[in-house]
């Protein structure tokens, strides 16, 4: 007889399935969006003016990047997946998992940008160098706000 936990569906199943993706890439845009016009200061000057210099570029670059980024940013996450879905808790505790490994979770998908970053147009790589000293601390404190919103797509 096999296990049942053979059967567990991976973060990448859920997520990425073409029922939930569009909905993930949209929570996604909006969690960006709430993110930029929340944080103050020359950090949150710096964000919302290079923000505006790749929707210029491109009106729809955030929804783009998410949906492009979202396969590799889910892959990164697959390992904290698997160490939540083992300890039994739910979806809707997923934020909070992640929120207590926000350092570890942050150099995740920072590696993933950091790949990914040499491809882009010159103005959006111009942008990105300029934000990336200060990112890990952003990201860290977005984390377990992510981690919410993928858990309301995983319930």
């Known amino acids: 007889m096999m296990d049942d936990a053979a059967f567990v569906e991976t973060l ?7 029922e939930r993706k569009g909905a993930v890439v949209s929570s996604t845009v909006e969690l960006v969006g709430r993110r930029v016009s ?3 200061g020359m950090a ?11 929707k210029k570029v491109s ?5 783009d ?3 492009s980024l979202l396969p590799d940013f889910v892959r ?9 879905t ?6 809707s505790e997923f934020g909070a998992f992640l929120g207590a490994r926000d350092g570890a979770v942050a150099d995740a998908l920072l590696e993933v940008t950091d790949g990914k970053i040499d491809g882009a147009r010159p103005a959006v790589r111009s942008a990105y160098r300029r934000m990336r000293g200060a990112a890990r601390d952003h990201v ?5 706000d992510l981690g919410e919103v993928l858990g309301a797509h995983l319930r």
Not at 59 to 63: G, K, N, R, S, W
């Open 140 to 144: 860290c404190g977005a984390v377990p």
């Open 38 to 40: 929340a944080t103050k």
């Open 76 to 84: 990164a996450l697959e390992p904290f997946f698997l160490e939540h």
């Open 59 to 63: 009106p729809t670059f955030v929804e």
């Open 65 to 67: 990047a998410v949906s």
């Open 86 to 91: 083992a300890t039994g808790a739910g979806a």
């Open 12 to 18: 990448s199943e859920i997520l990425l399935s073409s």
């Open 44 to 54: 949150g000057m710096a964000a919302r003016g290079g923000l505006g210099v790749v």
